[in-house]
């Protein structure tokens, strides 16, 4: 207290007693499916949300069309168009998944969002589960875009071939799920749109072709780059059999604790600790 | 009821709110009173755990914030009315309050209408609000889990006069009906209207509390607002009886007892027009508290262009 006060000292309570005046013994905590359903809404109740999500639709239907119409016979398979439109699709996945991170910073509504509930963690939780459910919407969509490409293919002759085995599904499946974590990731850490969606590009693009650059020139350098870098340790997944070996699922789990694990668990802690403004 | 304890936020070796120690009690509005960066935003946000306190504590209601299961039913906040999404609309942003709180639908037509804000003007989006819209819809929001507590950073902010004279009300009923308000401005004629109870905090640190009586009391020095019809000739009598005359609006403003000034007045025969007491106001007070803490930092005898930028 100042000595400046004019005042005598406030009428303070006791801290051994603490008097409580708002009775919470009744309340339930905000369920958690509740959470998860605001935080799909928050997805699409902007004009930018909105718009995203057409455009990346409208952006898979041309580029599927285009396939299905131009491209040559052995390319307008149903794996070949499902590969495209899941190509796209892990392109704006992960940015989809930023926005849902560091909107809450660069619009600030992380301000109402963490009052009205402060525990911060089943906020991010229910954003994960949010995305992911989007995330696996998208594709699933993605998946029937392909087969009206598939369908369309036939109309300048040619026959529509639907040979799919389930492990294209279950890897294609994985990669864009690991994209987008690794994606939210990045978003809890940096919690800026833009330095995230960077980040996620030189990772996705820049990173491999740096490893591959090294590898070329240093000696032996190209037995370590699957251990240690993501992209490359997911190529068993997207190409050959789609089946990844025993080694190589090990080399999945290294690459993917450096990329994916360490930054997901210090990009969490930062985001629990951080000040909201 | 509020109680923050001992509360001290730094950031590095900047000392943001130190030591900070006060209580809001129901019914009662309390009015947080200080220059701008003098600390009321960040205790405020420490309030609700936005921000992490580096030393103290607060309760609301006897709870730290985080305890509280489903908070927006107890605790209105409106920290910042412009930090909502640009492309949202007004009504959207009620409704993902509504949603999380668990509120029934026609809440939000009802807190909407509370504040006056018409259908079109809720289906507009955010960006396209006035600040005074959007300081309707953030007292709408701070309102919606109908809460026992109100914690208000500059909710007066951008208001038209019939605007600010609207939330004086309702913050009197509010509190009347046995609530918690706590409301910050850096204006002190916001505050002093509606406050029962004001905080004075400059520097991040309290210099003043107390009721309104209670903080003039012992504010010394007497002054009077006079108006004369020869305000000239009045300033001269006053100046040469020994007063401090300084002109003031239509008037003059005397640091005498309006007693002394009308003596003075009669005796050189001249016709006042206006003549009352104007006392050592709230503003001085408050304009001498904080200039007190800035002294603190910076000696009195150098020049201090800081003490104009902190009365602006």
Redesign the interface.
Same mark, same amino acid.
């Given at each position: 207290m100042s000595a400046t006060s004019p005042t005598s000292t406030p009428t303070s309570t006791p801290t051994s007693t603490l008097r409580r005046t708002i009775d919470i013994s009744q309340d339930q905590p905000v369920p958690f499916g509740r959470l998860v359903a605001v935080e799909t809404r928050k997805v699409f109740d902007t004009r930018a949300g909105r718009w995203f999500s057409i455009a990346i639709v409208g952006l898979v239907l041309v580029v599927t069309g285009f396939a299905a119409l131009l491209f040559p016979e052995d390319q307008q398979t149903y794996v070949e168009l499902l590969g495209l439109s899941g190509g796209v699709l892990t392109y704006f996945l992960p940015v989809l998944m930023i926005l849902l991170v560091t909107s809450e910073w660069s619009q600030r509504t992380g301000l109402a969002t963490f009052t009205l509930e402060p525990r911060r963690s089943r906020v991010i939780a229910a954003k994960v589960v949010c995305g992911l459910g989007l995330s696996v919407a998208g594709l699933a969509l993605g998946a029937l875009i392909a087969a009206g490409g598939t369908l369309l293919s036939t109309v300048d002759g040619g026959e529509a071939v639907w040979t799919l085995g389930w492990e294209p599904v279950q890897s294609f499946l994985l990669t864009a799920l690991i994209g987008v974590l690794v994606a939210f990731a990045l978003a809890m850490l940096v919690r800026s749109s833009p330095a995230a969606i960077v980040g996620y590009f030189l990772y996705t693009f820049v990173l491999p072709a740096v490893a591959a650059t090294v590898a070329a020139l240093v000696d032996g350098f190209d037995a370590v780059v699957p251990w240690i870098e993501l992209n490359t340790a997911q190529t068993p997944l997207i190409s050959g059999d789609y089946r990844a070996t025993g080694e190589e699922w090990a080399q999945l789990g290294t690459a993917a604790l450096i990329w994916l694990v360490v930054p997901f668990a210090l990009g969490l802690w930062r985001l629990l600790r951080a000040e909201v403004k | &009821?509020i109680?923050v304890?001992g509360l001290t936020r730094t950031y590095g070796a900047f000392t943001a709110v130190d030591d900070v120690?006060?209580?809001c009690e !129901?019914g009662r509005v309390t009015g947080f009173l200080g220059p701008n960066g003098a600390g009321k935003s960040t205790t405020m =946000?420490v309030m @609700?755990? %936005?921000?992490?306190p580096t030393r103290g504590s607060v309760? +609301?209601? #006897?709870?730290r914030?985080?305890? +509280? !299961?489903?908070?927006? =039913?107890?605790?209105g @906040?409106l %920290?910042?009315a #412009? *930090?909502?999404? *640009? #492309? =949202?609309t007004g009504r959207?942003?009620l409704e993902?309050?509504a /949603?999380? &709180?668990?509120l029934p639908k026609d809440r939000v037509d009802e807190m909407l209408a509370m504040v006056s804000l018409t259908d079109s003007e809720a289906g507009r /989006?955010m960006g396209n609000y006035s600040l005074g819209m959007k300081q309707r819809l953030g007292i709408a929001?701070a309102l919606l889990g109908d809460p026992? @507590?109100l914690v208000l950073d500059e909710p007066a902010n951008g208001l038209d006069p019939a605007g600010i004279r609207w939330m004086r009300d309702l913050l009197k009923g509010y509190a009347r009906r046995g609530g918690t308000v706590l409301l910050s401005s850096h204006l002190l004629h916001e505050v002093e209207l509606v406050a029962d109870e004001m905080i004075l905090i400059g520097r991040g /640190? +309290? @210099? *003043?509390?107390?009721d309104k009586a209670? %903080?003039l *009391? #012992?504010?010394g020095a007497a002054a009077t607002q006079v108006t004369a019809e020869d305000n000239d000739a009045l300033a001269g009598a006053l100046t040469s009886a020994g007063h401090d005359v300084t002109p003031d609006g239509a008037g003059l403003r005397v640091t005498a007892t309006p007693a002394e000034v009308s003596r003075t007045a009669m005796d050189a025969r001249l016709v006042l027009t206006d003549l009352r007491a104007a006392g050592a106001g709230l503003e001085d $007070?408050f304009l001498s $508290?904080t200039s007190?803490?800035q002294r603190e930092a910076a000696p009195a005898a150098s020049p201090a262009p800081t003490q104009d930028g902190a009365a602006a």
């Open positions: - | &009821m109680e304890n120690t006060f209580t !129901p =946000r @609700v755990g %936005l921000t992490p309760t +609301i209601g #006897g709870h914030y985080e305890d +509280i !299961p489903n908070p927006g =039913r107890h605790v @906040v %920290l910042d #412009g *930090a909502q999404h *640009a #492309g =949202r959207e942003v993902i309050g /949603r999380t &709180m668990g /989006r929001h026992e @507590v /640190r +309290i @210099v *003043a509390q107390g209670t %903080l *009391a #012992g504010q $007070l $508290l007190d803490t």
